[in-house]
């Protein structure tokens, strides 16, 4: 006789179907207050399936892929039996839920075709969702034996059509809000997780003070990334565990390279976002936002990089057009750059004279910066940058922005300010790039980000490198194209593909991955804080000296 099939016990304390993933410092003990809801249906049952379809959201979906023989017919997920039983070739027995091993349940209900499981298992609401043939075996809060698909779809609505904790503040999220938000975070699991073997599993090159941040960018369930100060060790860490290496571009040699292909280590490089923190790096502030890229790096224009390929061949849909025009709007409302939230009122030496014409940017860089070397096509002097650009605007008013680490004293790229005034009528320190980008009518510069910035502004800009929103069709270039970026796209298409899709952010107050529209708000809000603060006045002191030693000038 064979054995009888094993049923797992009904759950203490039923958690709901949509939940958020077990990140570190997650408040698991969230309280919904329904009664802001009352009694109004939020969302119809084919939209909400439909929703939580395209995202493969709910129950365990940061889990493990669960393998199996995709060329096999549909298949019966039997969720009664022990794993390790041996049942007919068109059944796949998968661990009940509880399990000490979390499956990602979207990686099995599509090739399905019927799913056999007791009434407390929140599989059934999803094979609902999927529409698939259901036997349920046992009475529980999902089906009772016998239940028709109608019930059980019915079952289903009930149990997702709830409101969800907001983790980012004091209230709740309706299902469309709770099902966007998990979609991003799985995205980010994704990401970290990679194909199957390329799970980010060590990290080297991440300094001290960004530590902290970084493990919450990298983290993927069930495999903390471990950063380690030598790269040798690094990279026998990720071979170990059958992983990818996070480096740090700048920090990545040709040693580090050979040692990672003789150990067949993959390199992910990390780099800060383009939307990164209130101060700026240089002073020991931790971003808030980072790039990870497994292809390449966003300014290196010589290779791929998997923001390139987004923009090259992404089919971008409407609502995620609407999403980015949003954003960009909330962006330059709120005067915000990369380092900071613009003032409410700027610099006067950054305001622009009545009767000018046309005015003119000049954005400084760090001149052996890696986007620079990368991408500047062999410029990389500033006031050479200074000087080319008066040849092509003989008649503007050009403005001088020395870089503020540069300024700072911790990057090189100084210009002595009488040299600099040979070439622009102004120098202007003060104020943000926000700031300066509503006064004028123009930029120059090598490969800066504040390019993009201007972009979102409206304004004209002259890339005289090759930086990774150049060659779209937005820019006037004077670089070395890649013949791969020929595709013409829209300023929200690019704002899509640069800060929707490629990067990730951090909230600063729950410390969990958040959509950019959270962080966007934060720094609006002014409640953005380094939690570093006692070392940005020693970084500051330490740039004074430095500048002092070089002995630069100031007018």
Known sequence: MGRAPVTSPAPSKVEPVLRAPPFPGYPRDLQVDTSTFGTTPLMDQSTLFTALRQAQVGGTFWGRRWNFDASRAPITIDRTRAPQERVSSDT????????????????????????????????????????????????????????????????????????????????????VQAITLLAEWRRVIVSNRGKPGERIAAATGMSWWKRQEIRQFLWSPGAPVSIHL????????????????????????????????????????????????????????????????????????????????????????????????????????????????????????AIRPQGIKRVVLVCGQVEDDMSVLSGGGGLTSNLELLRRTRSLEPEAEIWWR??????????????????????????????????????????????????????????????????????????????????????????????????????????????????????????????VRNRLNWVEPLRRLQGRVTRRWRGERRQ
């Not at 958040?514 to 966007?520: D, Y």
Request: charged letters at 25%.
């Open 92 to 175: 796949a027995n998968i661990p009940f839920a509880g399990a000490s091993e979390a499956i990602d349940p979207w990686s099995v209900l599509g090739k399905a075709r019927q799913l056999r499981a007791p009434g407390h298992d929140e599989w059934i609401v999803l094979a609902s969702v999927f529409g698939l043939e259901i036997e349920v075996i046992s009475p529980g809060q999902f089906g009772d034996p016998g239940d028709a698909a109608e019930v059980l779809a019915q079952r289903a609505y009930d149990a997702l059509n709830r409101p969800f904790p907001d983790p980012f503040g004091d209230g709740v999220l309706d299902p």
């Open 230 to 349: 030598s790269a040798k060790r690094a990279v026998k860490t990720a071979a170990k565990k059958g992983g990818a290496l996070a480096v740090w571009p700048s920090r990545i040699s040709p040693n580090l390279e050979r040692q990672a292909k003789a150990k067949g280590v993959n390199l992910v490089r990390v780099e800060d976002g383009f939307v990164r923190s209130v101060g700026l790096g240089s002073n020991l502030v931790p971003p808030l936002s980072v790039i990870v890229d497994r292809e390449g790096i966003h300014y290196d224009p010589s290779r791929p990089s998997d923001l390139e390929t987004i923009l090259a061949k992404t089919d971008f849909p409407a609502e995620t057009i609407e999403r980015a025009a949003h954003l960009r709007t909330q962006i330059v409302s709120n005067r915000i750059s990369k380092y900071a939230a613009g003032s409410k009122e700027p610099a006067q030496t």
């Open 402 to 527: 020395p870089h503020p680490d540069v300024d700072a004293g911790h990057r090189t790229g100084a210009v002595d300010d009488n040299k600099a005034l040979q070439h622009a009528e102004r120098i202007v320190r003060e104020g943000t790039m926000s700031d300066l980008l509503d006064q004028v009518d123009a930029l120059h510069t090598i490969t800066s980000l504040s390019g993009f910035e201007a972009l979102l502004r409206g304004c004209e800009v002259t890339c005289h490198g090759v930086p990774f929103y150049s060659g779209w069709g937005l820019t006037h270039d004077l670089g070395s194209i890649p013949e791969r970026r020929r595709r013409l796209l829209s300023l929200d298409e690019l704002v899509a593909g640069v800060l929707l899709i490629y990067p990730r952010y951090l909230d600063p107050e729950s410390n969990l991955p958040c959509p950019p529209e959270m962080l966007i708000a934060r720094l609006a809000h002014g409640t």
